[in-house]
C-alpha cells in the first residue's frame, strides 16, 4: 500500500541541528504537495513547511529562517533541515503528502507515523 516513512528525529540540545527524511512508496502515479506538520504535547498540529512539486514552498513564521525544506521527486522524498534548534520546537514531526493512488486514481491527503523531535535546553 501507499505509505510514507519518516527518519532522522531524536534528541538534541538547543541550536543545534537535526535532518528529517520522508520516503513515500507503494502504488503512486504522482505526489503533489508534500510538507511537514509538528503536534507539541497539549497543542493541536500546526504546519511547519510545505513544498510544491514544482519547489515552491511556504513555511511556519516561527522556522522561517531556521528550518528548510527540500524534495527529491526522483526518489519521492521530502526533507527537513532543521537549524538552530530551539526547545519550543520539540513536538512530533508528521509528514503529510498530496498523492495519487495508481491504481484508484484519485488524490487523497497521506501521513506517515511521525517521528519525535526533542530539543534540549
Known amino acids: 500500500q501507499v505509505q510514507l516513512v519518516e527518519s532522522g528525529g531524536g534528541l538534541v540540545q538547543a541550536g543545534g541541528s537535526l535532518r528529517l527524511s520522508c520516503a513515500a512508496s507503494g502504488p503512486i502515479l504522482s505526489i503533489n504537495t508534500m510538507g511537514w506538520y509538528r503536534q507539541a504535547p497539549g497543542k493541536q498540529r500546526e504546519l511547519v513547511a510545505t513544498?510544491?512539486?514544482?519547489?515552491?514552498?511556504n513555511y511556519a513564521d516561527s522556522v522561517k529562517g531556521r528550518f528548510t525544506i527540500s524534495r527529491d521527486n526522483a526518489k519521492n522524498t521530502v526533507y527537513l533541515q532543521m537549524n538552530s534548534l530551539k526547545p519550543e520546537d520539540t513536538a512530533v514531526y508528521s509528514c503529510n503528502a498530496d498523492m495519487v493512488h495508481s491504481y484508484y486514481r484519485l488524490p487523497a491527503d497521506y501521513w506517515g507515523q511521525g517521528t519525535q523531535v526533542t530539543v534540549s535546553s
Open positions: 513544498i510544491t512539486k514544482g519547489g515552491n514552498t
